[in-house]
């Protein structure tokens, strides 16, 4: 049970960066005297958070799959 915890937790948060980051990038590109082009607002926040996000959502994978192979194991 703890696996399936862990694991919805870190989908969660990874969609949630994802979904931050790409929020801040169509904010930056919107502001007052700047007409840029999306990728340039992604390249000036940064790649990490994106990186970042995308681990904890394949660690949440390796979570539900571990908590799925010892479901199986049990039975």
Do not use: Q
Request: net charge positive; proline share 1%.
């Amino acid at each position: 049970m703890k696996y399936i915890i862990i694991g919805a937790t870190a989908i969660l948060a990874g969609i949630m960066l994802f979904g931050m980051t790409w929020i801040a990038a169509a904010i930056y590109t919107t502001r007052e005297g700047v007409n840029g082009r999306f990728a340039d607002a992604i390249s000036a926040i940064g790649y990490f958070p994106i990186f970042i996000s995308l681990i904890l959502v394949i660690t949440g994978i390796c979570f539900f799959v571990i908590s799925f192979n010892r479901h199986l194991e049990d039975k």
